[in-house]
């Protein structure tokens, strides 16, 4: 029985082994919702205050880490998720792989979610940053640019961000004509000015709002238009002429309009660039668009490849040799044979198996002495590749 589960903890040691981007991220983010009360984590778990009380409040902390780093979260707090399930009597709910993979993803995706604006502090924006100039509340403007009365009504940030890219030319050469300088947006600003905007668009419902956007979708169109010609993704094949996004992922966790605000402050430089491109300057549908800046926000979701030589002190760090062995020799207290999970596609579905399965490997680290390993950010990657590499022939 020992044996049968602490083969579950050499599983987890394989995770990463074989997979694709595309199969780490999500379609659907807010799917993981309905499973957060199904499966009984609001039971333990609530989401700003609505709830169980025993463990921490998800809804208020941050949770941005890559989907191997919420799993290695998850590793580590399990003796004391398993002492207080039991304390609460509570019945621990079984997962499969694709349902662990959804919560994660949608623990990540609440963040993406806009704090309230102020339209008072909008107001004052929409004059400051000279956006009156040419958008007056009513009529057109001077060479015939909508009026506030003309936007959509619950204008969204992805509408929003889509303007940026269909107009963005039009709109970079009628300030130059007027002598205005490209307005940049910082914080929360850029969700005020959309509040203010809100109140006074009396144009169409349906153009402005969209459901949340399909990441996977989003790198097929991150890809179709363009956007690789300029900006590499680990793992994509491009002419690599610009900044590699995956090196900047984390910028791209933020509110969705705090990502519109990202990008339109970078507007102008980004244009003259894909003015310069075999693709020219990509025009967008608003679900492109939704698609486009959810696969942004989830770059960081991906995480990068793990360091094999930091993997290898690790592994003996943490004590790893204690259970699982290498180039065929035995570990101190018992054998494991890691290499039957090499071939794993996807590595929630062993993360799954190690969480089912959590009360009989914490009481065979107890009854063996074996002290429970503790995971800091991007230790568990690089412990895989080390794993990963001496496995490959």
Same mark, same amino acid.
């Given at each position: 029985?020992?044996? %049968?589960?602490?083969?579950?903890?050499?599983?987890?040691?394989?995770?990463?082994?074989?997979?694709?981007?595309?199969?780490?991220?999500?379609?659907?983010?807010?799917?993981?919702? !309905?499973?957060?009360?199904?499966?009984?984590?609001?039971?333990?778990?609530?989401?700003?205050?609505?709830?169980?009380?025993? #463990?921490?409040?998800?809804?208020? &902390?941050?949770?941005?880490?890559? @989907?191997?780093?919420?799993?290695?979260?998850?590793?580590?707090?399990?003796?004391?998720?398993?002492?207080?399930?039991? !304390?609460?009597?509570?019945?621990?709910?079984?997962?499969?792989?694709?349902?662990?993979?959804?919560?994660?993803?949608?623990? $990540?995706?609440?963040?993406?979610?806009?704090?309230?604006?102020?339209?008072?502090?909008?107001?004052?924006? *929409?004059?400051?940053?000279?956006?009156?100039?040419?958008?007056?509340?009513?009529? =057109?403007?001077?060479?015939?640019?909508?009026?506030?009365?003309?936007?959509?009504?619950?204008?969204?940030?992805?509408?929003?961000?889509?303007?940026?890219?269909?107009?963005?030319?039009?709109?970079?050469? /009628?300030?130059?004509?007027?002598?205005?300088?490209?307005?940049?947006?910082?914080?929360?600003?850029?969700?005020?000015?959309?509040?203010?905007?809100?109140?006074?668009?009396?144009?169409?419902?349906?153009?402005?709002? &969209?459901?949340?956007?399909?990441? +996977?979708?989003? @790198?097929?169109?991150?890809?179709?238009? #363009?956007?690789?010609?300029?900006?590499?993704? =680990?793992?994509?094949?491009?002419? @690599?002429?610009?900044?590699?996004?995956?090196?900047?992922?984390?910028?791209? $966790?933020?509110?969705?309009? !705090?990502?519109?605000?990202?990008?339109?402050?970078?507007?102008?430089?980004?244009?003259?660039?894909?003015?310069?491109?075999?693709?020219?300057?990509?025009? *967008?549908?608003?679900?492109?668009?939704?698609?486009?800046?959810?696969?942004?926000?989830?770059?960081? *979701?991906?995480?990068?490849?793990?360091?094999?030589? @930091?993997?290898?002190?690790?592994?003996?760090?943490?004590?790893?040799?204690?259970?699982?062995?290498?180039?065929?020799?035995? #570990?101190?207290?018992?054998?494991?044979?890691?290499? %039957? $999970?090499?071939?794993?596609? /996807?590595?929630?579905?062993?993360?799954?198996?190690?969480?089912?399965?959590?009360?009989?490997?914490?009481?065979?680290?107890?009854?063996?002495?074996?002290?429970?390993? +503790?995971?800091?950010?991007?230790?568990?990657?690089?412990?895989?590749? $080390?794993?990963?590499?001496?496995?490959?022939?």
């Amino acid at each position: 029985m020992i044996k %049968k589960v602490m083969g579950g903890m050499g599983a987890l040691f394989l995770l990463m082994t074989s997979f694709t981007f595309s199969q780490i991220l999500p379609e659907d983010p807010t799917k993981g919702a !309905r499973l957060f009360v199904n499966k009984g984590c609001v039971k333990c778990h609530s989401l700003k205050g609505e709830g169980g009380k025993m #463990g921490p409040d998800l809804g208020r &902390i941050d949770l941005g880490d890559t @989907q191997l780093d919420l799993a290695s979260k998850l590793w580590n707090h399990i003796p004391s998720m398993v002492a207080g399930i039991e !304390r609460a009597k509570i019945l621990k709910p079984d997962l499969t792989g694709e349902e662990l993979g959804a919560i994660a993803a949608y623990l $990540y995706f609440l963040k993406y979610f806009d704090e309230p604006g102020d339209a008072n502090k909008g107001k004052s924006l *929409f004059h400051e940053k000279g956006c009156i100039v040419c958008h007056p509340i009513l009529g =057109r403007g001077k060479r015939g640019e909508a009026s506030l009365n003309d936007f959509p009504q619950n204008i969204s940030p992805v509408f929003l961000s889509m303007e940026i890219w269909n107009h963005g030319p039009a709109m970079i050469a /009628n300030m130059v004509q007027l002598g205005l300088k490209w307005p940049e947006f910082k914080d929360q600003e850029m969700i005020d000015l959309l509040e203010f905007i809100k109140t006074n668009a009396k144009g169409p419902k349906e153009i402005a709002y &969209i459901t949340p956007g399909n990441p +996977r979708e989003g @790198q097929k169109t991150f890809l179709s238009k #363009g956007c690789g010609e300029c900006h590499p993704v =680990r793992g994509e094949k491009t002419s @690599q002429s610009g900044v590699d996004l995956s090196k900047k992922s984390k910028a791209y $966790y933020q509110s969705l309009t !705090r990502v519109a605000s990202a990008m339109w402050n970078k507007g102008p430089a980004v244009l003259a660039k894909m003015s310069q491109t075999k693709s020219g300057i990509p025009k *967008f549908t608003p679900k492109e668009m939704a698609d486009l800046t959810a696969y942004l926000y989830f770059l960081h *979701f991906m995480g990068e490849p793990g360091n094999p030589s @930091q993997g290898k002190k690790k592994f003996s760090d943490l004590g790893c040799v204690k259970c699982h062995g290498l180039d065929g020799k035995r #570990g101190e207290v018992m054998h494991i044979d890691l290499s %039957k $999970y090499q071939k794993t596609n /996807n590595p929630m579905e062993i993360a799954a198996g190690i969480w089912n399965h959590s009360a009989e490997i914490r009481k065979a680290t107890l009854e063996k002495g074996i002290p429970w390993p +503790r995971f800091k950010k991007g230790e568990m990657a690089d412990l895989l590749e $080390y794993l990963r590499t001496p496995l490959e022939k």
